[in-house]
């Protein structure tokens, strides 16, 4: 199985910091990673999918870069809705895996 | 607009079962695979299952591997899991989710709000 790491595992920041959050799986999964947002009694979102795509209405401070194994997710200046927890997650081979979570928190 | 409800969780005793559905509606069910995720309390996203578009392939995490079973029936538009030999470490919320493309092992674009499985004696 693809074991997917995040880091950090948790943040603080301030309404308007730019935050960057990693993601680096075991193996290459090419392009085929997604990332997405989740808050607490709400359905999870996609934000990104295949690593840079930008997903139908979700704001252009979020974009998403890498391939193969790093990846990354930055937010270029936080809203105060984006304090969430954010997963990435491979579709390269199943079982898929999700990385554990990064809090985002506010400062 | 795209929906995605879940429905058919609740109580049972470790060693027991459980059936989960999920509705959709808003788009054409039988072009896309449909996927099982799970969060335990106090803990991240957990992948559990997919099936493609007409029931033939089905994925299972090696957690519930041998103990779920993911089906669908494209003349209701709904998919399902069946859940045995239930233990205290699959309590969480279950999400179903729609895949974002028409191949099997895509990202996930629409989820439901989620159902609640609580394994406890």
């Known amino acids: 199985d693809i074991q997917m790491t995040q880091s950090p595992s948790s943040v603080s920041a301030s309404v308007g910091d730019r935050v960057t959050i990693t993601c680096r799986a075991s193996?290459?999964?090419?392009?085929?990673l997604a990332w997405y947002q989740h808050k607490p009694g709400k359905a999870p979102k996609v934000l990104i999918y295949?690593?840079?795509t930008l997903q139908t209405g979700v704001p252009l401070r979020f974009s998403g870069s890498g391939s193969g194994t790093d990846f990354s997710l930055t937010i270029s200046s936080l809203q105060p809705e984006d304090f969430a927890t954010y997963y990435c997650?491979?579709?390269?081979?199943?079982?898929?895996?999700f990385g554990q979570g990064t809090r985002l928190e506010i400062k | 607009q795209v929906q995605v409800v879940e429905s058919g969780g609740g109580v049972v005793q470790p060693g027991g079962s459980l059936r989960l559905s999920c509705a959709a509606s808003?788009?054409?069910?039988?072009?896309?695979?449909m996927q099982w995720v799970r969060q335990v309390p106090g803990k991240g996203l957990e992948w559990v299952a997919v099936?493609?578009?007409?029931?033939?392939?089905?994925h299972y995490a090696d957690s519930v591997k041998g103990r779920f079973t993911i089906s669908r029936d494209n003349s209701k538009n709904t998919v399902s899991l069946q859940m045995n030999s239930l233990r205290a470490d699959d309590t969480g919320v279950y999400y179903c989710?729609?895949?974002?493309?028409?191949?099997?092992?895509?990202?996930?674009?629409?989820w439901g709000q989620g159902t609640l499985v609580t394994v406890s004696s």
């Open positions: 989710a729609k895949e974002g493309t028409e191949h099997i092992s895509s990202y996930l674009d629409y």
């Open positions: 808003g788009f054409t069910f039988n072009n896309f695979g």
């Open positions: 099936v493609s578009q007409y029931g033939s392939l089905q």
């Open positions: 193996q290459d999964v090419s392009y085929k």
């Open positions: 295949e690593a840079s």
């Open positions: 997650k491979q579709a390269k081979s199943f079982p898929h895996t």
